[in-house]
């Protein structure tokens, strides 16, 4: 008898494909996921039809109330400061 060529193979340290796996994959738990919630189901939109919200909650109207009160305090003060010193001078 001849011995053979080939070489025979030898493992290649990655598990051999068995096709699909007989039971599914467990889901993730809550405690586990960090505080990650699944998007919810209903395609791009979530299950009330609207988009997700992820946008800021800042009241930008407040704000902006808040900075032209500022800026229009800033501007009589600068009024009254020259007024005043016109006066004395």
């Not at 939109?45 to 988009?51: A, E, I, M, R, V």
């Not at 009160?69 to 020259?82: C, P």
């Given at each position: 008898?001849?011995?053979?060529?080939?070489?025979?193979?030898?493992?290649t340290g990655?598990?051999?494909?068995?096709?699909?796996?007989?039971?599914?994959?467990?889901?993730?738990?809550?405690?586990?996921?960090?505080?990650?919630?699944?998007?919810?189901?209903?395609?791009?939109?979530?299950?009330?039809?609207?988009?997700a919200h992820?946008?800021s909650?800042?009241?930008?109207?407040?704000?902006?109330?808040?900075a032209a009160?500022?800026?229009?305090?800033?501007?009589?003060?600068?009024?009254?400061?020259?007024r005043?010193n016109?006066?004395?001078?």
């Open positions: 008898m001849t011995p053979n060529p080939r070489p025979t193979p030898t493992h990655k598990p051999n494909p068995t096709g699909n796996p007989s039971t599914p994959a467990p889901e993730p738990s809550v405690s586990h996921s960090g505080g990650y919630t699944p998007a919810p189901t209903g395609g791009p939109k979530g299950p009330d039809g609207d988009l992820t946008g909650d800042t009241p930008i109207g407040l704000i902006s109330g808040i009160t500022l800026a229009a305090a800033g501007g009589a003060l600068v009024w009254w400061m020259r005043r016109a006066a004395q001078g």
